[in-house]
C-alpha cells in the first residue's frame, strides 16, 4: 500500500514537530530531585530595606545564577558578604550536568532558584537538587 503525497507530508510534518518538541522542552531535567531545608529561618528587612544576610543570599544566588553557566566545567563556589561581618557572610554552590550549554545551564538555575525560594522559604541554609542542576547555600563553609 502507498501513501497519497498529501498524507506522507503530514506523517513527515508530525515527526518533525515531535523531534522539535522534544529537544526543545526536554532538553534538560528540572525536576526537583532532593531538597533539604534549614529549619532556621533569616529575619527580613521590611520597608524594603534588606537586612544583612538576607543581603548576602540575594546577591549569592545572583552571583550562582549568572557564573555556574560560564564557567566551562558548570560549577561555581563562592564566599560572599554584603557586609563586613560574619553574620552576614554566606557560601553558595552552583552545579550543572556538565553537557548542559551555558543556556540550558542558565535555565536550569533559574528552576533551582525558584525552586530554592519556594521550598526554602527565607532558610539560613538550603539546597536544592533538580534533574540537571542543583544549588546550595549556607551560613558556613561546606564540602562541594
Ligand atoms: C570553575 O571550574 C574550575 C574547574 O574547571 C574550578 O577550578 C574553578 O574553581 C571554578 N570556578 C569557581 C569560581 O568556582
Known amino acids: 500500500m502507498e501513501m497519497s503525497p498529501k498524507w506522507s507530508i503530514i506523517v513527515v510534518s508530525i515527526c518533525f514537530i515531535i523531534i522539535a518538541c522534544n529537544t526543545t522542552v526536554n532538553s534538560f531535567d528540572t525536576d526537583l530531585k532532593e531538597r ?11 520597608g524594603g530595606g534588606e ?10 544566588m545572583r552571583y550562582l ?38 543556556q540550558d545551564c542558565f ?14 522559604t527565607h532558610s539560613v541554609g538550603a539546597q536544592v537538587r533538580l534533574g540537571d542542576c542543583k544549588m ?7 564540602a562541594h
Not at 555556574?68 to 557560601?91: G, K, L
Not at 546550595?136 to 561546606?142: N, S
Request: charged share 20%.
Open 107 to 120: 535555565n536550569c538555575m533559574m528552576h533551582a532558584h525558584d525552586d530554592l525560594f519556594k521550598v526554602c
Open 136 to 142: 546550595r547555600y549556607e551560613k558556613y563553609d561546606f
Open 65 to 102: 545564577l549568572n557564573f555556574t553557566p560560564r564557567n566551562d566545567s558548570r560549577w561555581y563556589y563562592t564566599v560572599d558578604s554584603c557586609y563586613d561581618s560574619a553574620e552576614s557572610t554566606a557560601y553558595g554552590y552552583g552545579e550543572c550536568t556538565p553537557t548542559l550549554s551555558q
Open 51 to 60: 537586612l544583612q544576610f538576607e543581603c548576602t543570599v540575594n546577591r549569592l
Open 36 to 46: 533539604t531545608c534549614n529549619g532556621d529561618t533569616y529575619p527580613r528587612g521590611n
